[in-house]
């Protein structure tokens, strides 16, 4: 049972271009989500969160906007760079105050390519 | 400089053999995580502490040990009942609630690669 799921295994954008990565989650307590950044052989390297009392985060280049009412989010990322050719995680946990434990569950990623 | 250590990069284990993976950090976060992940899936929880002494199963904890005697120190054993252990294994912390904060990101290292011969 895939409670966070990215459908898209992979992305091609043009640098300079908007890159949206989707992510959609199944269970509703999920309050807390953040996006990640992973090269080849690294770990994970935290990009940007978001609470489930917002709907939009932004930090520089990055945003990443909440649908609660569809359990969906999205990461932006303009404009797009070739450096930002990473595969991206989409991670979703019920937070410590809502009696979780902080869990992270993951997507399975999308690939994402940019191109000059 | 701060951060998560983890150690080997690579490690090779033979059938029947237990291993350790090393998970060092300096960040005083209470909360250490370990995740494995298989080519094209997600990373999956397979052991959490919140803190010293205490140490509960994720999902796939079978075939798996950990101890965390030390706040900085979480250390994963792949026992010989695991039996299907390669996989890139990365271990996590975070500060947790128990300092107050809710909500925070966790930290990763660079991972350690698990091969059978």
């Known amino acids: 049972d895939q409670q966070v799921k990215q459908n898209s295994p992979s992305l091609s954008v043009q640098e300079g271009r908007i890159s949206i990565l989707n992510c959609d989650y199944t269970n509703s307590m999920f309050d807390y989500f953040l996006w990640y950044k992973k090269y080849p052989a690294e770990g994970p390297t935290f990009l940007i969160s978001i609470s489930s009392i917002k709907d939009k985060n932004e930090d520089g280049r990055f945003t990443v906007f909440l649908n609660k009412s569809a359990k969906h989010l999205s990461l932006h990322i303009v404009p797009s760079q070739p450096g930002d050719s990473a595969v991206y995680f989409c991670?979703?946990?019920?937070?410590?105050?809502?009696?979780?434990?902080?869990?992270?569950?993951f997507g399975a990623g999308t690939r994402l390519a940019v191109h000059p | 400089d701060g951060g998560i250590t983890q150690s080997p990069k690579y490690l090779f284990r033979k059938e029947g053999q237990n291993v350790t993976l090393s998970c060092e950090q300096n960040l005083n976060h209470d909360a250490m995580y370990w995740y494995r992940q298989d080519p094209g899936q997600g990373l999956r929880l397979i052991y959490y502490?919140?803190?010293?002494?205490?140490?509960q199963k994720g999902d796939i904890a079978e075939g798996y040990s950990v101890s965390r005697e030390k706040k900085e120190s979480f250390p994963l054993t792949v026992t010989s009942a695991q039996k299907n252990p390669t996989a890139f294994y990365l271990c996590?912390?975070?500060?947790?609630?128990?300092?107050?904060?809710?909500?925070?990101?966790?930290?990763f290292g660079d991972g350690t690669r698990l091969s059978i011969l």
């Open positions: 996590a912390s975070s500060i947790d609630y128990m300092q107050g904060y809710s909500n925070q990101p966790q930290h």
């Open positions: 502490s919140q803190i010293v002494n205490d140490f």
């Open positions: 991670a979703a946990s019920v937070s410590s105050f809502s009696g979780g434990y902080n869990k992270l569950i």
